[in-house]
């Protein structure tokens, strides 16, 4: 539950090892929560794991615990959110941020790996944000961060299997908060754009770029003021407002 001047004590971080998932949880760390669950596929290097408890509790929190979390498994997803229920109790803020971006080169040829990074990115969130979102509708409380991107407001043919995903977890998110209207919790659509970390490194920057730091800056920022969509930085709201309207045979000669 929420302490008595209204700050985050508890966290969820689905996808334990996302560098901006990570730094939303050290940042909600930092302005006073104090319990965090890390849920992260357990047979996928655990030392990342156990390093990035070890800095959220330097960081300030009085615990951090591990749980076992696979995207591709759907029917373990509802143990998992509550498993960490009962290690944390009430969970204020869910951060939804696994997923992958994957080579398009390889994603348009091999259509097994294109599925398993939909899967991943996509329809693994909605059996998770499905349990998730039935336990905070059941605690009366707590918000639903879901890590979106800019990737999936417009698709683009040079990551369309990436930005497809993002598109579809985008519309799943903001029917999700609409379903949870009225019940006390909500969802909240973060979309930043390129974001410079270990899942991006093969991919070329691209205009307005975001740290994962300047990310966790504005999702903090979304939390006290309760936002709906937080664009990362928010000058793409206005970008992709006039990227929306450009005619399709423009849109498919943009840079790859």
Known sequence: MKNAVGTVDTVLLLGGRSEIGLAVAGRLVRDGARRVVLAARGGADPDSVSDAAGRLSAAGAGEVHALDFDAAEPATHAGVVAAAADLVGDLDVVVDAFGVLGRQALLETDPVAAAEAATATFTGHVSAGLAVAARLRRQGHG???VISSVAGVRVRRANFVYGAAKAGLDGFAQGLGDSLHGSGARVMIVR???V???MSAHVSAAPFPATADE?????AGGLRTGAGIVWVPRKLRVVFAGM???PRAVWRRLPR
């Open 192 to 194: 930043p754009g390129y």
């Open 196 to 198: 410079p970390t270990q």
């Open 143 to 145: 918000t639903l961060v």
């Open 244 to 246: 929306r309207l450009l």
């Open 215 to 219: 990310v966790a800056a504005a999702v």
